[in-house]
């Protein structure tokens, strides 16, 4: 059954929608600050990565959202992770996937528990291997992409040969080969 698309939020000419695995979210409420736009009342912001740290110097608040650009030091990050709520990953253009090194990194060795969002160019054939890597939800512009996940069209991948951020639920006849799972 196909889930239906909510209101989306309008960001220049880009209507993006906000997708987890159940889903497009209704009612997102992260805001990417920019020169020309401020998070509003009842909005949060997100901060690229020199604000954050600049802003979390100064204040001991938690809750807090940063986006991740694909030259940006996740690894600065680490001092802060247990105040920050939202992490987003920028993916600029589709060919640019250093934003998976990063969402490996914060997970897998600097242990973040919380959102981690995919930005920008984001495709359906990625979605899978996003999953994968810790992604758990994804501002999704594409209008391809936002159509095939209204319509639950996410194809798997059979067969991965390197570990994930989630576990494998099957395990197949050799320790570096792994039988994937419906949808990751």
């Given at each position: 059954m196909a889930t239906p698309l909510p209101k989306p939020r309008e960001t220049g000419k880009v209507m993006t929608k906000i997708w987890k695995e159940n889903g497009f979210v209704d009612g997102d409420t992260w805001v990417t600050e920019t020169e020309e736009r401020k998070a509003g009342e009842g909005e949060k912001a997100v901060l690229p990565l020199d604000a954050f740290l600049a802003a979390v110097a100064e204040t001991n608040d938690v809750g807090l959202g940063v986006l991740i650009a694909p030259a940006d030091d996740v690894k600065?990050?680490?001092?802060?992770?247990?105040?920050?709520?939202?992490i987003a990953v920028a993916?600029?253009?589709?060919?640019?996937g250093r934003g998976f090194s990063h969402a490996t990194l914060l997970r897998d060795r600097l242990g973040y528990a919380g959102e981690l969002r995919a930005v920008g160019d984001v495709l359906i054939d990625q979605v899978p291997l996003m999953l994968r890597t810790?992604?758990?939800s994804f501002a999704v512009t594409n209008p391809v992409a936002q159509r095939r996940l209204a319509e639950n069209c996410l194809t798997g991948v059979a067969q991965h040969y390197q570990p994930t951020a989630r576990d494998s639920e099957v395990v197949g006849g050799f320790s570096w080969r792994r039988l994937g799972t419906s949808g990751a």
């Open positions: 600065k990050l680490e001092p802060y992770l247990d105040r920050i709520a939202l993916f600029p253009a589709f060919s640019d810790g992604f758990d």
